[in-house]
């Protein structure tokens, strides 16, 4: 009887997990609209905080005004250096171009591959033959403009709900042990995400300044626009510092006709990835981010797979989130201790049980 009723429960999880993997994929669109909206929410909700606590002289009910503002003013200004750097990229596009053609060349005479080599039209109209990539590039615009938009009418909303959120709480528990748990749980999962975007931010912030030194002191151009880039995918738990390299190595490959250049690019934008992320990150990071290095990327991956690079974005975030979720029951906290760093998903608390809460 014992072993019947572990394999119905174990028939459960599986059927449940697909239902729920299943949801997340086919509702992509709508789902990372809205935890990019809440990302955005948490960062604002902080930094209101962080502003009343350390602006003494500031109204309360001003902060979050204030923050709103600083919070969507920067996120204007990022897309604006953005446009107007690939404004310009796309005007040097020609030099670019007679530049990936050289590069080609000696590719092709390198490895000594047979017949004549192949151009960078060449190459676009093989990967896409019915020469739509401007449509494409046209309808990813389009798309991008469409879900911020809708993020942003997402977040409109979450100020309101956030306000009614702990009334709602009171109906949902009545026992006050209940609701004292709840909120306990609440509590704990904004704490770690602002804590996560926090540490994030900072150090991007850090890093982005450091590489957006090197890079114009070794002279690569749009120095600003790939530092901005790079702002972004520090985002993304180590593929991101491995992309940053890649990419700014790539980039300075195409413009400089020698490697003494790139091979500066590589090393200079690879040491501020390295230090940072491996000496520096760490100490500030504490058990914001209490998850194993295998259980990042495979989160990574299972998260990328189901919603592209937003899941990416998301990836470590999402993770600690459903890890504190799992390790309030006692039927899942052996997923949470799995997924955790340090055997500990969640500060040692009193779990309170159906006994003990009272009569409703």
């Not at 007679?98 to 004549?116: D, E, K, S």
């Not at 309808?139 to 409109?156: H, P, V």
């Not at 491995?242 to 990419?247: E, P, T």
Request: charged share 10%; glycine share 6%.
């Amino acid at each position: 009887m014992a072993s019947l009723e572990i394999s119905q429960r174990g028939a459960l999880w599986i059927v449940a997990t697909g239902v729920i993997a299943a949801g997340l994929f086919f509702l992509r669109e709508p789902l990372t609209q809205f935890a990019m909206a809440m990302i955005l929410w948490l960062a604002i909700d902080g930094l209101s905080d962080s502003i009343d606590k350390r602006v003494p002289f500031l109204p309360r009910w001003l902060a979050l005004p204030v923050a709103l503002i600083l919070v969507l003013s920067l996120i204007a200004l990022i897309g604006f250096v953005v446009i107007d750097n690939v404004a310009h990229i796309m005007g040097d596009m020609n030099n670019y171009e007679f530049r990936l053609n050289q590069v080609i060349n000696q590719a092709h005479t390198a490895l000594g591959a047979p017949g004549v080599p192949p151009t960078v039209r060449d190459l676009v109209a093989q990967a896409n033959p019915n020469n739509r990539l401007a449509a494409e590039i046209g309808g990813s615009l389009q798309n991008f403009a469409s879900a911020a938009t809708f993020t942003l009418i997402y977040l409109a909303f979450l100020f309101p709900a956030s306000a009614v959120m702990k009334d709602k709480l009171d109906f949902i528990f009545r026992s006050k042990a209940q609701r004292d748990g709840a909120c306990e749980v609440l509590a704990r999962i904004r704490a770690s995400m602002e804590s996560y975007l926090w540490v994030q931010t900072v150090m991007s912030l850090i890093i982005t300044a450091l590489t957006y030194a090197t890079l114009k002191i070794i002279g690569l151009e749009h120095a600003l626009f790939w530092s901005f880039l790079i702002f972004f995918l520090n985002y993304i738990p180590t593929i991101g510092s491995i992309a940053a390299v890649a990419l700014t190595t790539a980039v300075a490959l195409v413009q400089f006709p020698t490697l003494g250049p790139v091979a500066a690019v590589f090393a200079g934008v690879g040491a501020w990835q390295f230090v940072i992320g491996n000496f520096i990150q760490p100490r500030m990071t504490g058990d914001s981010l209490n998850l194993s290095a295998v259980v990042v990327l495979l989160a990574l991956s299972i998260w990328g797979l189901v919603w592209g690079i937003v899941g990416a974005f998301l990836a470590a975030p999402m993770t600690v989130m459903i890890m504190i979720v799992l390790g309030q029951f006692p039927s899942t906290r052996w997923i949470a201790i799995l997924l955790s760093a340090d055997g500990k998903p969640t500060p040692e608390t009193k779990r309170v049980s159906k006994s003990e809460a009272g009569p409703n």
